[in-house]
C-alpha cells in the first residue's frame, strides 16, 4: 500500500521539473531533502512518473554519496577520511564518536538522533581532522572534545 501523501509530494517534486528525465537529480534532490533520504516507494514513483526503469532511478541514487537509502537521524555527522585528516588521527576521531553513540560509520542511533557517515576528502585538508555536523564544520577535532560538541546536538 502506497503512502498517499508521499505520492503526492513525489508528484510535485516531478513535476517541477517538468517531469523531465533531465531533472531526476534535481528530483531525488528534493526528495533527500524532504525526507532526509530517498524512500524505496517515491523511487519507485520517480521511475513510473519518468518511464524509464526502476533500476535506472536506483543506479542514480546509489552513484551520489549526497543521497541516501536508509533513513538518517535528525543530525548527520561527517568524519573525513581522507588522507590528510587520516595522518592527523581522523580515525581516533571516528572511534570516539563510534564510541559515544555506540554506532558504527552508515549506521543511526537507536534514537534517531544522530547518523554517522565517514567519507573521503571533504576539501578542507588544513583543517583536520575534520568533523561536520548538518553542514557545520568542526576543524582540528580531537578526540576529547567530541563529548562537548556532540552535546551542542543532544538537547531537545
Ligand atoms: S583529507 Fe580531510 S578534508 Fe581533505
Given at each position: 500500500m502506497m503512502n498517499a501523501d508521499l505520492i503526492k509530494e513525489v508528484d510535485r517534486i516531478v513535476d517541477l521539473y517538468?517531469?523531465?528525465?533531465?531533472g531526476s537529480i534535481g528530483m531525488l534532490q528534493d526528495i533527500q531533502s524532504r525526507y532526509s533520504y530517498l524512500p524505496r516507494e517515491a523511487l519507485i514513483h520517480v521511475a513510473e512518473r519518468l518511464d524509464v526503469p526502476l533500476s535506472q532511478v536506483f543506479s542514480l541514487a546509489t552513484f551520489y554519496?549526497?543521497?541516501?537509502l536508509r533513513p538518517r537521524g535528525k543530525h548527520l555527522i561527517v568524519v573525513c577520511m581522507g588522507t590528510a585528516c587520516h595522518v592527523r588521527g581522523a580515525t581516533r576521531l571516528v572511534d570516539e564518536i563510534g564510541r559515544k553513540l555506540d554506532i558504527k560509520p552508515g549506521e543511526t542511533t537507536e534514537d534517531n538522533l544522530f547518523t554517522l557517515e565517514a567519507v573521503n576528502c571533504?576539501?578542507?585538508?588544513?583543517?583536520?581532522p575534520l568533523m561536520v555536523i548538518d553542514g557545520e564544520y568542526y576543524g582540528?577535532?580531537?578526540?576529547?572534545?567530541v563529548e562537548s560538541v556532540l552535546g551542542k546536538y543532544s538537547e531537545s
Open positions: 517538468g517531469g523531465r528525465i533531465t554519496k549526497a543521497f541516501s571533504l576539501g578542507a585538508c588544513a583543517l583536520g582540528n577535532m580531537a578526540p576529547k572534545k
